[in-house]
């Protein structure tokens, strides 16, 4: 079985930064593309945020987290981080990190097989 451990979320005011980290215990990471996914208070869905290849090679996010959000990876440390800057109060969501054999365009949540916990991020004042 694997597990995916996500960490980093907190409380935070608009504008603020927060570093997400995910990572995992019995498998390497290097292996698998891997996604940011979200789920805002009261939605039944998850929002695909952004994805990262294998290797780090190539990386895409949701037009709404351009510009703000930065994903990325350290094999060595079998970790994948996902910067979050200038927050806004619409960011709240619980933050999942998730496994896949590859981003796949649109994030589709199917695609992903392996899944974390999530951690909370709230932005507000």
């Known amino acids: 079985q694997l597990y995916l451990v996500e960490s980093g979320g907190g409380l935070v005011q608009p504008g603020g930064s927060l570093r997400l980290s995910c990572t995992a215990s019995k498998i390497d990471l290097g292996y698998y593309a891997i996604g940011w996914f979200r789920q805002a208070p009261g939605s039944e869905e998850r929002e695909g945020v952004s994805c990262i290849s294998h290797d780090g090679g190539s990386a895409e996010s949701v037009d709404s987290v351009k510009g703000r959000f930065i994903i990325s990876r350290d094999n060595g440390r079998n970790t994948v981080y996902l910067q979050m800057n200038s927050l806004k109060p619409e960011d709240t969501a619980l933050y999942y990190c998730?496994?896949?054999?590859?981003?796949?365009?649109?994030?589709?949540?199917?695609?992903?097989?392996?899944w974390g916990q999530g951690t909370q991020v709230t932005v507000s004042k």
């Open positions: 998730a496994a896949a054999a590859q981003c796949y365009s649109d994030l589709p949540e199917w695609r992903f097989n392996y």
